[in-house]
């Protein structure tokens, strides 16, 4: 279950919003990547951008989709890119917290490190910052309508096929 | 609290599973690793292995134990081994999820980062990964049944003498 | 929501001191250090020392701040210091634990990894440790009357000017 801060929220709603989050999770480190595009409403916004051009307000993202179709093209590229060293990417994730509900759905942020393993290699970090997230009701169910994710590096590898 | 994907998971289920992982976290984090046999069921499975060799199902693990006297054997000779330099391990560990619940027990995941930390060096990242659970009732307690523990890096350091 | 250890912890405190740490982490990791000082009482204990120290039962501190009014004081010499070069700091916490109730407070333990990033570089471990907590109505809100938050690494970078 998530913490919330400055705004109410019910045990129950705490609990749907744990479980987006653990799905979400679960997918991606069991790399199920053509599971990841049903956890956004059709029309969202995922973008990964450094906390520079955030702040700055640039639009400016290393990825940017608007669409849960182009969220699947992302997955289809990834799936087909072999120029890459066979490498895995593990997510440690903190505790998602709910900081504002409004008309157009709940805001969330989540601090994220990530860490890289190439074949013989010993892992390291790989990334890390912050998602700012908007959740919305979408069917009965809960999804993303957006997912902001601010990686503290400026330069973030190119290496970042996998989603966050 | 913890999350769940695809399951039901009533709140009183959730916070006796968020109250094991915690009792367990605190136990091994405070170094009380005596402890650690007693979150384990008498007859019970704990493994270090490769995310290569899980994935190709390979039996091989750095670390076997199949009971918990093994597991309390395994303590004893972390008590006794004075070969291995001065060292503190951290656990990071992300927020477990409740994937399955079927008639031998509860299947949880988890993904976790480990830290090392030498004498008068800084910390570094040591290993990560993701657990895979199966916890059971027994006694009225909850206890790990199944705990095997999947390395993101084929090559585990030998200095990874503490549990995970 | 937070995990508890042989102490009995009703859902409702449970979810309240989960947002207390959520309200404690969200102001920290936005870098809205001047809201610091709110999440304790006017009288409280902060300090970052070694494990090293700790487990000798030393007072010996790298931070050391006894009052409220001693917090706000850091946080005004944080934002004129102009000597360390611009960095991010991101911290990623493990879930609280709460580990006993006394009649001076609910006492509690946090894991924690932190993530430096310098203009142009790549995100690196910069410290790891835990938390020791004390947790006390106050005003009708939880506070921390006293937050020790104890490092793996002996030498502790000199750039630590952020709150952990």
């Known amino acids: 279950m998530i913490g919330a801060v400055g705004v109410s929220a019910p045990a129950e709603l705490r609990l749907r919003l744990a479980d987006l989050y653990a799905g979400y999770d679960a997918a991606l480190d069991e790399g199920a990547y053509e599971r990841w595009p049903e956890f956004f ?41 072999t120029l ?21 759905g709940m805001r969330l942020q989540q601090s994220f490190a990530l860490f890289e393993t190439l074949l013989n290699e010993p892992s390291r970090v790989f990334l890390c910052g912050r998602c700012y997230d908007r959740v919305v009701e979408a069917g009965g169910a809960l999804k993303f309508a957006e997912r902001v994710c601010v990686s503290d590096a400026t330069l973030v590898p190119v290496s970042l096929v996998f989603p966050i």
Chains 1, 2, 3 share one sequence.
Not at 85 to 102: D, E, F, S, T
Request: proline content about 5%; glycine content about 4%.
């Open 84 to 104: 890459y060293a066979p490498r895995l990417l593990r997510r440690v994730m903190g505790m998602p917290v709910l900081v504002a509900v409004a008309a157009d």
């Open 41 to 81: 409403t059709e029309t969202c916004l995922y973008r990964i951008t450094s906390r520079e051009n955030h702040e700055a307000g640039l639009p400016v993202a290393m990825v940017y989709c608007e669409s849960r179709a182009m969220l699947a093209d992302r997955v289809t590229a990834l799936r087909d890119t």
